[in-house]
């Protein structure tokens, strides 16, 4: 029986599809994916496609090496491809055969039956019947099936580019609160994040990381706007709305220094490593970077605060690199802030 986890919409799954002409002849595609929300409208094509051809096996199974492994669930949809083929070919069959007979009827009631005006009545109303129904039944098929292949081709090339992007999930905002990526933060040797202020992200994850400078050995390393660049000062301060205090960003980020980041740094100063970093260039994105990490959210570019996506990328794909690099220019162009 498939089954759907109806509790949560972002799901991992993996497909198996089986489309083989024969017993020794099948062709595996492997699609995988991680917590990413899917089309319902994929999913009832599955369950349709697995009903109209008869699937002998559909299950899920935990999957502990999938990176969102906390609830992770994954559909094995499993086609058996000899016995669909057998199916699509009798329908075919069956078809044929009632088309051939409506067909010798016509024939027959044309050439032998016109003499009785009931039974040519009744036998030309049957086979005009059976004729029309074969070529509806046929042509309705066939565009199902153009359909469901539509909408898997569709829905499978948007799974493929996401697993060489490796992203993973998107969220309302940085899922510190799962465990895998709450482990991840809190055991990797180097954490960077750059972000405007990080006001915000400091309050509302206090204790995590506090418990990582307290508990681990390594090195954090925060990337805020340089105060000291007016013209980003100013920029920020008129978008997000604060006109009334020009001095608005300049004076929350020297109080984030003071007040958060250098009671972290005092925290643990002989095993763990609390960095601040000013960065002269405008922010176009919010980021977190982790060993097995990368988190980014974008900012909206009208003026005021509205929610925004932040995208999670696995370490195995290709993005959390480029994510790698742009933090390693950044640090490069940026001037160390002495927390002493």
């Known amino acids: ?35 990413i929300t899917q089309d319902i ?37 499993l086609l058996k ?10 329908k075919t069959l069956v078809v044929l055969i009632v ?39 046929w042509l309705s098929d066939k565009f199902l099936d153009n359909s469901v292949n539509e909408i898997a081709s569709t829905n499978f090339s948007v799974l493929k580019c996401c697993q060489e992007y490796g992203l993973i999930g998107i969220y309302d905002n940085f899922p510190l609160d799962i465990p895998q990526i709450k482990d991840g933060f809190f055991q990797s ?14 309050s509302s994850n206090m204790p995590l990381i506090e418990n990582r400078i307290k ?49 972290l740094r005092n925290i643990n100063p002989k095993k763990h490593t609390v960095k601040v970093y000013l960065n002269s260039n405008y922010n176009t994105l919010a980021m977190i970077l982790t060993d097995t990490y990368a988190m980014i959210s974008v900012y909206r570019v009208s003026s005021g605060k509205t929610g925004v996506p932040h995208f999670v990328f696995s370490h195995k794909g290709d993005e959390y690199q480029k994510i790698s690099d742009d933090i390693e220019k950044i640090l490069d162009s940026s001037e160390e802030f002495p927390l002493d």
């Open 189 to 202: 040797k180097r954490v960077y994040v750059v972000m405007n202020d990080a006001k915000a992200f400091i």
């Open 215 to 263: 508990n681990t050995k390594g090195e954090t390393v925060f990337i805020l706007q340089d105060y000291n660049c007016s013209d980003i000062m100013s920029a920020l301060t008129r978008k997000n709305g604060h006109l009334e205090n020009k001095n608005y960003y300049k004076e929350k980020i020297k109080n984030v220094i003071e007040y958060h980041l250098k009671k």
């Open 41 to 77: 409208r994929f999913r009832l094509s599955l369950i349709n496609y697995t009903t109209r051809y008869d699937i002998f096996n559909a299950g899920y199974i935990l999957h502990s090496s999938n990176p969102i492994g906390y609830n992770d669930i994954i559909f094995i949809i």
């Open 99 to 137: 088309i051939i007979v409506s067909l010798l009827l016509l024939f027959i009631n044309e050439h032998f039956m016109k003499t009785d005006a009931v039974f040519y009545n009744l036998i030309l109303t049957v086979a005009v019947t059976l004729l029309t129904t074969a070529i509806i039944s």
């Open 81 to 90: 491809g000899e016995k669909v083929m057998r199916k699509i070919k009798a």
């Open 1 to 35: 029986m498939l089954q759907l986890n109806n509790q949560r919409a972002k799901i991992p799954f993996l497909c198996h599809i089986f489309n083989d002409q024969t017993k020794t002849q099948q062709k595996i595609r492997h699609f995988r994916m991680a917590n």
